[in-house]
């Protein structure tokens, strides 16, 4: 459309001006809010030693916020660029399916089409269904099947990479073997306790 160009910079200056955003944007909120609560808490005459501790041990300290902060803004950079990067693939795989139709239709095709009489008519059927299985066998399966397992790819490894923390417990699947020997050792254990 007739705005792409100004949108496509648009879309990257605004991307471009998040990293400051998410580098500082945390650290200087808790920044004034430390002054914040500082100030009231000079105001106010009724602060002890103890409740300053205890205020001043609860907070994260500011150099943590910004370290946890520029890792996390250091992911992201190169997350979008990864991600970036992997829908490039599939767009160079949809280039790679036009020249290859283009090649077939050049290099098959076109040879009957040259041809003319019955000896053309021929050659247009008989080429015709090569080409179509040429096309059936190599665009359709070969590159579809690529294309499919490039989404997935993307849709697992990157798409989830943003959501997918390891803080769970590790799978363990399910075993009846290891159902029946808890239950022998429950079994005992009320077996010993009702003796």
Same mark, same amino acid.
């Given at each position: 459309?007739?705005g ?14 998040m ?30 030693? @103890? ?19 520029a ?13 970036t ?5 599939? *767009?160079?795989l949809s280039?790679?399916h036009?020249? @290859?139709?283009?090649?077939? *239709?050049?290099m ?11 000896v ?7 080429i015709?269904?090569? *080409? ?18 490039h989404?997935l790819?993307?849709? *697992? ?9 390891g803080e769970?417990?590790p ?10 020997k ?12 009702l003796?």
């Amino acid at each position: 459309f007739g705005g792409q160009a100004t949108l496509q910079k648009f879309l990257v200056v605004y991307g471009l001006l998040m990293v400051p955003i998410m580098l500082f944007g945390k650290p200087a909120y808790k920044y004034y809010k430390m002054r914040r609560q500082a100030a009231r808490m000079q105001d106010s005459m009724r602060q002890d030693l @103890l409740g300053n501790q205890a205020s001043q041990e609860d907070e994260e300290p500011l150099g943590e916020t910004m370290m946890y902060q520029a890792i996390h803004t250091i992911e992201y950079v190169l997350g979008s660029v990864s991600h970036t990067a992997s829908y490039l693939r599939l *767009w160079a795989l949809s280039l790679a399916h036009a020249q @290859l139709s283009e090649v077939l *239709w050049s290099m098959v095709m076109q040879i009957a089409l040259k041809s003319s009489g019955y000896v053309g008519a021929i050659m247009i059927y008989v080429i015709f269904a090569a *080409w179509a299985v040429l096309t059936v066998a190599i665009l359709v399966l070969m590159e579809g099947l690529s294309a499919f397992l490039h989404t997935l790819r993307l849709h *697992w490894v990157e798409f989830q990479s943003k959501f997918y923390k390891g803080e769970g417990y590790p799978f363990l699947p399910f075993s009846f073997r290891t159902v029946l020997k808890e239950a022998a050792a429950d079994d005992k254990e009320v077996m010993k306790s009702l003796k």
